[in-house]
């Protein structure tokens, strides 16, 4: 297990998501005015809970969390440090399964899935980030991206993938030839190249320092922008959240608060740190 963006997903028929049990998703709280009607919502997440048994301790990573994503946003994920940032991300992501609760992608429930078709979900539909790179040494920073257009679907070429970050000159580059913000920018294009409708990214400036950090953030953002790829970014730096469309908190396992973000997008360069 390399990466969650390749070797996952090799084993995988492609017809796998098929196997999701067809169900209508059910009306939402018509109380519920978090997302405007006209958009359309990539993630409903309804009472969502997991407990981690750790011999006599129950660990509550989330415990009750509900929340909807719409389309094309860019979502700050942001909490302290064990508030359940990555098991919610997981979990949204086909990696993890809680112990409780609905996770609705559009009309798919996924958190009852077989094994295959989360397999097979996370392949078509999820890029994934994460503070590691987890690029293979021996392969090239195209071939790196290429192992995962090789078994896409309807993939971007890979150079293409590496051109939406800016580094289509480091192609021929191996990952021990390239800093560290630009090989998590090759794996960002590896993570985008198969054009998922949602990227998840776990902390994925949380290796690096902040001039780094902000090119890395200016790639995520051209993405969603010219790709419309809905794109959460975990982060403990609360300064990225003026990039956000929303941003999410986290305490405990909880949601403390939901910020739809009306003023202007800050671009990564203008964040204060
Ligand atoms: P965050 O990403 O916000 O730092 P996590 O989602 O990683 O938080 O963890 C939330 C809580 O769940 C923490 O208390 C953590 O120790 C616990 N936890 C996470 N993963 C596991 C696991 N695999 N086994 C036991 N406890 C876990
Ligand atoms: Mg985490």
Same mark, same amino acid.
């Given at each position: 297990?390399?990466?969650?963006?390749?070797?996952?997903?090799?084993?995988?028929?492609?017809?796998?998501?098929?196997a999701v049990v067809p169900a209508k998703r059910p009306a939402r709280d018509p109380a519920d005015r978090s997302v405007a009607v006209a958009s359309t919502v990539v993630?409903?997440?309804?009472?969502?809970?997991?407990?981690?048994?750790?011999?006599?301790?129950?660990?509550?990573?989330?415990?009750?969390?509900s929340l909807t994503l719409p389309e094309h946003e860019f979502?700050?994920?942001?909490?302290?440090?064990?508030?359940?940032?990555?098991?919610?991300?997981?979990?949204?992501?086909?990696?993890?399964?809680?112990?409780?609760?609905?996770?609705?992608?559009?009309?798919?429930e996924i958190t009852?899935?077989?094994?295959?078709?989360?397999?097979?979900?996370?392949?078509?539909?999820v890029g994934f980030v994460f503070q590691f790179y987890n690029l293979i040494p021996s392969l090239t920073a195209l071939e790196n991206v290429a192992l995962v257009t090789d078994i896409a679907a309807a993939p971007m070429p890979a150079v293409e993938a590496l051109r939406m970050v800016h580094l289509e000159d480091r192609?021929?580059?191996?990952?021990?030839?390239? %800093?560290? +913000?630009?090989?998590?920018?090759? =794996?960002? @294009? $590896?993570?985008? /190249?198969?054009?998922?409708?949602?990227?998840?990214?776990d902390e994925p400036t949380g290796?690096?320092?902040? %001039?780094? +950090?902000?090119?890395?953030?200016? =790639?995520? @953002? $051209?993405?969603? /922008?010219?790709?419309?790829?809905?794109?959460?970014?975990?982060?403990?730096?609360a300064a990225i959240s003026a990039m956000a469309d929303r941003v999410i908190r986290l305490a405990d396992g909880r949601i403390a608060s939901i910020e739809v973000r009306a003023a202007r997008k800050l671009a990564p360069r203008e964040l204060s740190w």
């Open positions: 297990m390399i990466d969650a963006n390749v070797v996952r997903d090799h084993a995988v028929a492609p017809d796998a998501d098929r993630f409903d997440v309804r009472r969502l809970s997991k407990t981690y048994h750790m011999g006599e301790v129950d660990v509550h990573a989330l415990s009750e969390v979502v700050v994920l942001l909490g302290p440090s064990g508030s359940g940032k990555s098991t919610l991300l997981n979990i949204l992501g086909g990696l993890d399964v809680p112990t409780s609760g609905e996770v609705w992608y559009h009309d798919q009852h899935a077989s094994e295959a078709a989360l397999t097979g979900y996370r392949r078509r539909h192609r021929d580059h191996f990952p021990s030839q390239l %800093s560290g +913000g630009e090989q998590q920018r090759i =794996a960002i @294009a $590896r993570a985008i /190249a198969k054009r998922p409708s949602v990227l998840l990214c290796a690096l320092d902040i %001039s780094t +950090g902000v090119v890395v953030l200016d =790639a995520l @953002a $051209r993405i969603n /922008a010219e790709l419309g790829t809905t794109t959460v970014v975990i982060t403990h730096n």
